[in-house]
């Protein structure tokens, strides 16, 4: 990596990032176009848009990865041309492992690292402790809820301390009720840990609990639509009128909201 100006403001740059992949027949894919985004230090930003419009795309690129076919990206001013693996942790969706306790699972992230025995069961107690589950350290993950095994996944990825914490669609095999509580915990953590965190996601609403701003994307090719900032303070009420608005500016930039002329009697 060499370092590069940049905005001083910006801690993640992409710039005029196009990804193509070559097809069987050999015509090419454009999963994205020309994408341009500045995300600060400390910034939630969640990747909102249909199947197929490139948000895993954009992950990897910004991983490190895949490369872009042109345009760069860089991270803290240090151009991004292989995987960022000390600074950035990708949310693994189903990675624990079975035959491992919970704290194992947690310590696992940390084994790669060059820190002793003592060292790692302290963290991983920190962040077991972060997400409510020191009663269950010395269970396995088949003794846990599907949301308690999500929580496991979140300290585990925590407990590495990354910078960056890359997350696509962590939450989608959750019910809605378990979703709701897990969304809680991890805007909780990130207000605490401040970590810089590119999160993925279909669910208009999970954006608007979530982000400091939503990236809109649209498909063939992948493009940035628009990015909405979400002015709210957190803990945010999903039942709040300005919850809803910002919600209702979120489903009008995907065209999904009907034309309003409902008479209310109220
Ligand atoms: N390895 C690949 N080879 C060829 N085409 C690919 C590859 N990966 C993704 N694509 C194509 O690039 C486009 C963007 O895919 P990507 O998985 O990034 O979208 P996505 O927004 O994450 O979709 P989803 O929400 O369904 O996961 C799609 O048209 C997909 O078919």
Same mark, same amino acid.
């Given at each position: ?82 995987? /960022? ?29 060059? %820190? /002793? ?9 920190? =962040? ?5 589950? +020191? ?6 993950? /088949? ?38 509580? %897990? ?12 970590? +810089? ?6 669910? %208009? ?12 994307? +649209? ?44 008479? =209310?009697?109220?």
């Amino acid at each position: 990596m060499f370092k590069m100006d940049q905005n001083n403001e910006s801690f993640i740059t992409i710039e005029g990032v196009t990804k193509n992949y070559p097809r069987n027949d050999k015509t090419q894919s454009l999963a994205l176009d020309k994408v341009d985004l500045s995300i600060k230090k400390g910034e939630f930003i969640c990747l909102l848009g249909p199947s197929g419009c490139g948000k895993t795309t954009l992950l990897n690129l910004i991983g490190g990865f895949s490369k872009p076919t042109t345009g760069k990206i860089l991270i803290d001013g240090e151009l991004v041309d292989k995987p /960022s693996v000390d600074r950035i942790t990708i949310f693994q969706n189903y990675g624990l492992l079975p035959w491992r306790s919970v704290i194992k699972n947690v310590e696992l992230g940390l084994e790669a690292k060059k %820190i /002793s025995k003592e060292e790692r069961k302290t963290i991983a107690e920190e =962040y077991l402790s972060l997400v409510g589950l +020191t009663d269950f350290s010395k269970h396995h993950p /088949s003794e846990l809820s599907g949301g308690m095994q999500q929580r496991v996944a979140i300290a585990r990825a925590l407990a590495a301390d990354p910078d960056i914490l890359l997350m696509d669609e962590p939450f989608g095999a959750l019910d809605a009720m378990t979703r709701m509580g %897990i969304q809680d915990e991890i805007q909780r953590i990130w207000s605490e840990k401040k970590k +810089t965190i590119i999160f993925v996601t279909h669910d %208009i609403e999970e954006a608007v609990f979530l982000a400091d701003r939503i990236v809109i994307m +649209t498909p063939y090719p992948g493009k940035v639509k628009s990015i909405l900032k979400v002015p709210l303070a957190r803990k945010r009420d999903r039942t709040s009128i300005d919850f809803l608005k910002i919600r209702d500016k979120v489903f009008s930039e995907f065209e999904l909201k009907a034309p309003d002329c409902t008479e =209310y009697y109220l």
